[in-house]
């Protein structure tokens, strides 16, 4: 799904959470994929992450370097592109 993951941290996050403010330690993931396969890393993201309420959020490309856009199309695949976890091709 991602052709990249880059895990930036541990960062620290002052935040609103139910009325209180709250401050944690965390890591900022930048996850590079195709707007194609948004929805299949947030469902990813939402089944392995243990908060109640991950920050998912996507960035569109409004430009690139052609080649690198190119390399992201290649080396991304979705959940309906696997069989038995593995690439169809």
Known sequence: ????????GPIRSTYRWKGNVESAEEYLCLIKT???LVKDVERRILHLHP?????????????GYPPYLEWLED????EDELIDGERKD
């Open 1 to 8: 799904m991602a052709a990249c993951v880059q895990v930036i």
């Open 75 to 78: 080396e991304t695949i979705g």
């Open 34 to 36: 195709r707007s194609a």
């Open 51 to 63: 908060y109640e309420l991950p920050e998912i959020i996507a960035v569109p490309i409004e430009a």
